[in-house]
């Protein structure tokens, strides 16, 4: 058995954790699939962290344990003991394996369940995240580029060796980026790439060819300075088969994804939001009358899908919105990369020069 010490070990097995950190610290930064069983919430913690610092390590205890007695204690505990039931290769995880998880530990020891503690906490599980990111980007790196549709994401999935960014960060990077799910804080984004990595264990890696960004999260620096460095293969699709993807992206599935989350009416009313949203993020670069021109023809897009169930009309703006920002945005971006080009081709085409 890991005594708590093997980190690299710990992340690569998936191994449950049992979070006891404040709902607050656990929203800052966590680990894939740790669950927020907290000894204390977050008012909790502030009074006893103030007493901390007015009265000393002794009252602060004091204070803690007269916060959570009685039925309070019995209810967490309670948690505590059916998540060591349901995650019996689990351990324990505190910030910095200190007092907390010591008195969870004890407290379920003295409840009949003897469970392990991570030592050194979640910070020492994030220090090994970070070296463990810092040692895979060495690896050889191949971008996958090419204009908005030309299915860069889905030829990154298809590979071993691919790691979607956009996927992990819950964005696909553009205005129109944002999926149902909520991003991750940039800690616990920044973690999950780290365990993929491990995961993965390949000996080169296939990305997406990203900015900085990506909605809310930032590739660490280790990572984005070895993306500068990497070779590209760019996807050059005709513009009918782009158009086709992104109509079964951000018309078909989208709003599919809202109506089966929120239900037919609210359903809509948030996909026609996140259209618009996506539209207005973009609209000091299309100047305010191109801006206003597209946007009449989305409302008339939305009204001729919802009254026929068609996804054609959308084609009349996001046609000129391709041709006249994305396309020649990214374009621009990739003359800048040109010595780093090493293949063009359609989509088969780079997935059969990966294989050779």
């Known amino acids: 058995m890991n005594d708590g010490t093997d980190y690299r070990a710990i992340l690569i097995a998936g191994t449950p954790l049992i979070d006891v950190r404040a709902p607050v610290e656990f929203q800052q930064g966590a680990m894939p699939g740790a669950i927020n069983l907290p000894l204390m919430n977050d008012e909790e913690r502030a009074a006893v962290g103030t007493c901390y610092k007015r009265q000393g390590p002794e009252a602060a205890l004091e204070l803690g344990h007269q916060r959570v007695s009685g039925e309070i204690r019995q209810q967490r505990l309670d948690a505590w003991r059916e998540a060591c039931r349901q995650h019996p290769q689990g351990y324990l995880c505190c910030a910095r394996g200190g007092q907390r998880s010591h008195i969870v530990q004890q407290w379920l020891r003295e409840s009949g369940v003897d469970y392990p503690l991570i030592k050194g906490g979640y910070k020492a599980l994030r220090q090994a995240a970070i070296v463990a990111t810092e040692e895979q980007v060495q690896k050889p790196i191949v971008l996958i580029g ?19 960014l956009e996927g992990l960060a819950h964005h696909r990077g553009s205005s129109f980026g944002r999926t149902l799910e909520p991003q991750l804080s940039q800690a616990s984004f920044e973690n999950l790439l780290a365990v993929t990595l491990l995961k993965k264990q390949a000996s080169r890696w296939v990305l997406e060819d990203e900015g900085r960004m990506i909605g809310a999260n930032h590739l660490p620096e280790c990572l984005r300075e070895r993306m500068t460095q990497a070779t590209i293969a760019v996807i050059d699709d005709p513009f009918e088969r782009r158009l086709e993807r992104l109509r079964e992206e951000y018309f078909v599935r989208m709003h599919h994804d809202f109506t089966h989350a929120y239900g037919e009416e609210p359903g809509w009313q948030e996909y026609s939001n996140y259209l618009h949203h996506g539209l207005f993020a973009i609209q000091r670069r299309l100047g305010l009358q191109r801006f206003n021109e597209l946007t009449a023809r989305l409302d008339v897009a939305l009204e ?3 009254q026929t169930g068609s996804t054609e009309a959308h ?8 041709e006249e920002y994305y396309d020649p945005m990214y374009r621009y971006q990739l003359e800048k990369k040109a010595r780093k080009i090493v293949f063009r081709g359609t989509f088969e085409e780079v997935e059969a020069w990966l294989r050779g």
Do not use: H, I, M
Not at 146 to 164: M, R, S
Not at 315 to 322: A, G
């Open 304 to 306: 001729a899908q919802r």
């Open 146 to 164: 090419g204009c908005t549709g030309n299915g860069k994401t889905q030829l990154v999935q298809k590979q071993e060796n691919g790691v979607d």
């Open 315 to 322: 084609f009349s703006w996001l046609v000129p919105l391709l």
